[in-house]
């Protein structure tokens, strides 16, 4: 989706104007945030994708999740970290049937970690 907007926040210590911007999409649903000094396309820009009730690929036909985050990411690679890894986790997120996270997938640098959370037969969790 296009963006619709932008909004950015100024903090101004000593003058040095730090500026953050965040774009929506066409829904109003926050699309990437851009942090200081970021290009939009490095490590310093944090992409969000949502979940779709149709379509293909990997956050799409899930109609019960629609419009809950899908996964967060970077922008791009990290550059000029030297010997550090080259790369952030990318976070997806799957749900249960009331929208509560239950499967979080951090995957960077050829390494893959998932965490599960599951509750109670019968209940439903506390908001």
Known sequence: MESRSAWSSVQDPGGLAITTTTEYDALGRMAKT???????ADAGTV?????????TGTCADRPEWADL??????????????????QLPTTSTQYDWWGNATVGTDTANGVTRT????????????A
């Open 34 to 40: 851009y942090n200081p000094g970021s290009t939009g």
């Open 69 to 86: 985050v899908c996964s967060t990411g970077p922008g791009g690679a990290v550059t000029g970290g030297g010997s550090n890894p080259g």
């Open 115 to 126: 965490t599960t959370t599951s509750f109670g037969k019968g209940r439903r969790p506390a």
């Open 47 to 55: 992409v969000t994708t949502y979940w779709s009730a149709t379509g």
